[in-house]
């Protein structure tokens, strides 16, 4: 044959779609039982706020079951409606066939034909044979020739591909919709059966807190949590926290025990294997809280560090979440938040969730803290009679205070913000994704921004990070990234290599976690050029502004995980990095940008590095001459070997930006510079100097 046959066997098709229709009658059927038996679970729960919530999650069951079985109803529709068209393309198919059988013959005599001796009657006559049955040939099939039958083959396959995949696309989000409405049942006849079970399990309270049950109700021995959290499901745990910051506090506070059999139903929860023993990695068949409650400090990357030393505790994290159901998994984050908020290696949806309880914690502590420090600098400024600057908790302290409190009420006010590392220490550090990892995403970025950064001033980075996020469509995701204190002052701190120290290590360590989370979610699925040939997942881009530069140039030293690299305004490419051999071995396959406004001051001290010891250290205080705090970050990272620098002069408006504005108007939306960050982002060409 020449043509192979087009799309699935119309019975084939049609006995799936009965499949489904058969689903949605079953689903349809649980809708029923759920109305006849609501009755039956009030009378499981005969009083209390838990009667109220089991009888809700009665009928909530039965809108799930509804929804499912009008979901199985459309996608069965749907495969119906591919059954006439398979039928056709099948019958296309075979039509192409013969045309292609009779005109390939035709073609094949008439050119054997012309091969004849012209000066023979015969063979004249043969010709001319041979040209009358091409002409019936043609006019029999409709196509000129052979070659015409194939390129009728190749449009017929595309149209009927196009109609396929978007079949195929509709039923996989209908499919997904049923899925949903029925967390932990999966798909098919035997979701039905589990379903009906779990409609069962509503007379107990075990449904919706699965095998952490037993440790929501040591909580509410213990007094943290009111009775009728024995029903709540994590939604209501969260709701129920949010409100009460002291149960919060308690939380953030609480520990895995690691004792035998203390761990309540979690003991019997395996970890999947990760191989062998590894130094700091518990043994990876033991139960969930002793698991996390030995599980010990992360290892940091240094300057010497081979891979990613982190990976196999990282890879064991992940596998023990997995093992949970994804109920279990967000009671597990509201349980043990200040074990899971910062955990390496846990999704971040669970990291969010724990870190909302650690925000809402830490916002009634920043009230409290607030209330001291106002009250010692009134006492201070009236006792030392020089007004209340005299103190050291000034009128400039007291406004970062309170704007520092600001943002934490605007965190803990919405849950769907997900903040996957927080710290309430010193200025406070936050680490916040934006926008969704999907099948669309093409590009990660992310935005670490430079001196004055601080939690008070979160909101400004946000927008900034989001407005990239909503230029592109959903097709961008962005993480700000401030994981520790940053410069506060230009003159006295930012000149100096000891913040970047810091932070560089806990930025290489994250882009680990980044990685592994775009690994595992939809957005692997989207196929991209990586810095060594085509990969899994939408290329990482780590965004460095001012002193953030700075600390995304040593961070390479540590092993950074990124695909593209773009120094904003930048304070240089990291202490000691004179040239792109200075970087580690492996990163230097990475794509490197560079922007950096002529109006910027900026320029004046990019480049520039001087040592505190030696013989300029003669021109320094004795106080600064610290061996860890060498003036300097490097060579300007323009001036490295590869990497391009983009434009970024003009502002939003199309003026040249001008030297006290230009360090952060480049970062405006609508900016020249702005725009070129937003074209790497979405893989796009950038606009070079």
């Known amino acids: 044959m020449r043509f192979e046959p087009i799309g699935d066997d119309p019975g084939v098709v049609d006995a799936e779609a009965q499949r489904w229709r058969q689903l949605a009658r079953g689903m349809a059927g649980v809708a029923r039982e759920v109305g006849a038996q609501v009755d039956a679970v009030a009378a499981a729960w005969p009083e209390g706020g838990a009667a109220v919530l089991a009888v809700a999650e009665a009928r909530a069951c039965g809108d799930d079951a509804g929804e499912a079985a009008h979901a199985y109803d459309r996608a069965a529709s749907l495969l119906e409606g591919l059954v006439d068209p398979s039928r056709r393309w099948r019958r296309q198919v075979a039509e192409l066939e013969e045309a292609w059988q009779v005109l390939s013959q035709a073609e094949e005599q008439a050119r054997s034909a012309s091969r004849s001796d012209l000066g023979d009657p015969h063979s004249a006559a043969r010709i001319v044979r041979a040209q009358h049955l091409l002409a019936l040939a043609v006019a029999r099939t409709g196509h000129p020739s052979a070659a015409s039958v194939d390129v009728a083959y190749d449009r017929l396959r595309r149209q009927a591909k196009g109609h396929v995949d978007d079949v195929a696309c509709r039923l996989g989000r209908l499919a997904a919709q049923g899925a949903a409405a029925l967390p932990g049942t999966g798909v098919g006849m035997g979701g039905v059966s589990r379903f009906r079970t779990e409609l069962r399990l509503l007379a107990d309270g075990t449904r919706a807190q699965g095998r952490l049950a037993h440790e929501v109700s040591r909580l509410v021995d213990d007094g943290v949590l009111p009775a009728e959290a024995a029903g709540w499901d994590a939604a209501s745990f969260g709701a129920y926290v949010q409100v009460h910051p002291e149960v919060a506090a308690l939380l953030v506070d609480r520990r895995p025990v690691t004792e035998a059999g203390a761990g309540g139903a979690l003991g019997s929860l395996p970890v999947l294997g990760v191989g062998p023993s590894v130094p700091g990695v518990p043994s990876p068949m033991e139960s969930l809280a002793p698991f996390l409650a030995t599980l010990g400090p992360a290892t940091a990357p240094t300057l010497t560090s081979v891979g990613d030393p982190g990976w196999p505790r990282r890879l064991a994290v992940r596998e023990a979440f997995e093992a949970l159901t994804p109920s279990e998994q967000q009671l597990a984050a509201l349980i043990w938040p200040g074990v899971v908020g910062n955990l390496s290696g846990a999704p971040f949806g669970v990291r969010a969730t724990a870190n909302h309880v650690r925000v809402v914690a830490a916002a009634r502590e920043q009230e409290r803290r607030n209330a001291a420090r106002g009250r010692d600098a009134w006492r201070e400024g009236q006792v030392g009679g020089a007004g209340p600057t005299g103190s050291a908790y000034g ?295």
């Open 395 to 689: 009128w400039s302290r007291l406004e970062r205070d309170r704007a520092h409190l600001a943002q934490l009420r605007i965190l803990a006010a919405d849950p769907s913000r997900r903040v996957v590392w927080f710290d309430n220490t010193g200025d406070g550090s936050v680490v916040e994704l934006h926008g969704a990892l999907t099948a669309a995403t093409v590009g990660v970025g992310v935005f670490v921004p430079g001196t004055g950064a601080e939690l008070g001033g979160h909101a400004t980075n946000v927008a900034r990070s989001q407005s990239w996020v909503h230029a592109s469509a959903g097709r961008v995701a962005m993480v700000t990234w401030m994981g520790g204190d940053l410069p506060d002052d230009v003159p006295t701190d930012a000149p100096f290599r000891d913040y970047a120290d810091r932070l560089a290590p806990r930025l290489a360590s994250f882009s680990q976690d980044l990685r592994q989370e775009i690994d595992h979610s939809p957005a692997a699925r989207h196929e991209v050029d990586g810095p060594n040939g085509p990969r899994s997942g939408p290329a990482v881009t780590v965004i460095g502004h001012s002193y953030g530069g700075a600390v995304v140039g040593t961070s390479e030293q540590y092993g950074l995980d990124a695909d593209k690299i773009i120094h904003v305004e930048s304070a240089g490419a990291g202490h000691d990095v004179g040239e792109l051999g200075d970087l580690r071995p492996g990163r230097c396959d990475a794509r490197r940008y560079a922007i950096t406004a002529a109006a910027d001051p900026i320029r004046l001290s990019q480049g520039v590095q001087v040592p505190t010891e030696g013989p300029w250290g003669l021109l320094l205080p004795d106080g600064v001459k610290d061996a860890t705090k060498d003036l300097g970050h490097g060579a300007e990272p323009g001036t490295l070997y590869r990497v391009e620098r983009l434009t970024g002069d003009h502002g939003a408006d199309g003026r040249l930006l001008a030297p006290w504005t230009a360090h952060s108007g480049v970062l405006d939306v609508g900016a020249e510079g702005w725009r070129n960050i937003h074209r790497v982002l979405n893989g796009e060409s950038p606009l070079g100097q």
